[in-house]
């Protein structure tokens, strides 16, 4: 018969201790309890334990100290803080010390349920570790430093449910690194929800993100699932966060500090269990400054902040790299993997990457296409002449080539013909992917289907 998970809980009110031993309990955990640090320092000592739960304010010191401590000598034990109700700046400055999640008192006894269930599964990794092999058909390919060091910091957030936010340029990896998180971690077996906030409809968010009942609003023909329900138990990604408009900020932090939705046009609030995971090109801090994104919802999302490198600042990755994506690209296609030749490996290394590795996905697809042999040329790469290894350059994409004379056109009508041009350049370079190629000409998807409306681009 396999042991009991074994759990330790400080708190100095017995009533509190009594009752969260016999919430564990009931869920097959033994516990051992401490009413101060020093009890709980001996217990650590004398016990293999699971998770541990404990106060923030205790006779002999506080909560954090106990993170720290074991942090620094069992970091492997998850250890989560129960807080003050609205206390949320310790429950963030937990989370930074390595803290697994917290609960805000009075303890609601379904997300203690969550809370321990989570830990519990840490110490079971084998069954998460085959669904993220079966679930992740992508890998995070590097060996540089830089990314060494990344792939431990992925493994290290994967066992937090800290929110955290990644920042990185377009198409260096951010999606994939949060997939990571969320498969490695113990959420792997529940959904991941991808979510593009530039690409909502701001007259749709609200219901996109919390749902609605049916009749609440024209077209609202059934009650429809929100995104945070649809990641119950599981993480939510809020991949270009920037994006929102400041309504919905503040009723995403609403939900996000409730851990409850309310639907559209709905009475009550929707418990809900989800980790928040963010992303975005841009500097989020300095949108706070200007007042474009709320300081509020920041800190809330920001509690861990992680950057993914540029292509160019790992470009020794670049071939492994090259020979992981000809290797996906023959799966995808049902032939032998093509080789590539020294001299356009050498090329590929000195380019620039404005779009990282998306980019270096397209020119390596192109690549496969127009190459006649079983070895990718320099030619069959196409890059932009002149583009490159001079870091002043700019990418061919994003730069204004040939302007067209403007002989009697109005000033507005030549600028509407440049725009056209440059939008059409930047689709074409992006495959028909408008969030790209918004991204490459640095507007938001919203302003990209504006545009495209008006200059009859559809
Ligand atoms: N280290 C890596 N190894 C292998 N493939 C990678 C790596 N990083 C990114 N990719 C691939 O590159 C593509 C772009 O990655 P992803 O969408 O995660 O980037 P992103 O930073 O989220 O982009 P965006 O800012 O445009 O949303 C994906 O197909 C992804 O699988």
Redesign the pocket.
């Given at each position: 018969m396999s042991k009991s998970p074994l759990a330790l809980i400080v708190d100095d009110e017995p009533d509190i201790l009594q009752l969260l031993g016999i919430t564990l309990l009931r869920m097959g955990i033994d516990t051992r309890k401490a009413e101060n640090l020093e009890q709980a320092y001996h217990h650590l000592e004398n016990n293999q334990f699971d998770v541990c739960l404990t106060d923030m304010r205790l006779p002999d010191g506080d909560g954090l100290e106990l993170v720290e401590h074991i942090q620094e000598k069992h970091p492997e034990l998850p250890v989560a803080l129960i807080t003050a109700h609205g206390n949320m700046e310790i429950a963030i400055d937990a989370m930074k010390a390595g803290a697994f999640d917290f609960l805000s008192k009075p303890v609601d006894l379904n997300a203690l349920r969550d809370l321990i269930g989570s830990a519990i599964k840490l110490n079971q990794p084998s069954q998460s570790s085959k669904k993220t092999t079966r679930k992740m058909k992508?890998?995070?390919?590097?060996d540089t430093p830089i990314m060494k060091q990344l792939k431990q910091t992925i493994l290290k957030l994967a066992r937090s449910q800290a929110p955290v936010f990644i920042n990185?340029e377009?198409?260096?990896?951010?999606?994939?690194v949060a997939k990571l998180i969320h498969y490695k971690g113990p959420r792997a077996d529940a959904p991941f929800v991808p979510v593009n906030c530039g690409a909502i409809p701001s007259e749709l968010m609200e219901s996109e993100f919390f749902g609605h009942k049916k009749g609440s609003f024209t077209g609202a023909i059934s009650d429809k699932k929100g995104l945070f329900q649809s990641a119950d138990g599981g993480t939510l990604f809020l991949?270009e966060i920037a994006e929102l408009p400041i309504a919905m900020q503040v009723k995403l932090l609403r939900a996000i500090q409730e851990k409850s939705v309310r639907p559209v046009g709905g009475e009550s609030e929707i418990p809900i269990n989800v980790r928040i995971l963010s992303?975005s090109?841009k500097n989020l801090l300095e949108l706070v400054e200007k007042e474009a994104f709320r300081q509020d919802l920041f800190y809330r999302i920001n509690v861990i902040e992680l950057s993914?490198p540029s292509l160019k600042e790992r470009a020794g990755d670049i071939p492994k790299?090259a020979e992981?994506l000809l290797g996906q690209l023959a799966s995808l296609h049902g032939t032998d993997t093509l080789n590539i030749s020294q001299q356009a490996l050498d090329r590929l290394i000195k380019y620039e990457f404005p779009g990282n590795?998306?980019e270096l996905?397209n020119i390596l697809e192109r690549a496969t296409t127009l190459c006649s042999g079983d070895e990718i040329q320099l030619d069959d790469l196409n890059l932009p002449s002149g583009s490159t290894d001079n870091k002043d350059s700019k990418p061919q994409h994003a730069s204004i080539v040939d302007l067209p004379q403007r002989n009697d056109l109005t000033l507005d009508e030549y600028l509407e013909q440049i725009e056209t041009a440059e939008i059409k350049k930047a689709m074409q370079a992006a495959k028909g992917n408008k969030t790209?190629a918004a991204?490459l000409l640095g507007i938001s998807f919203r302003a990209m289907r504006y545009k495209l409306k008006k200059l009859n681009l559809e």
């Open positions: 992508k890998q995070l390919i590097g990185g377009s198409g260096t990896g951010k999606e994939l991949d992303a090109h993914v790299l992981y590795i998306r996905e790209q991204k």
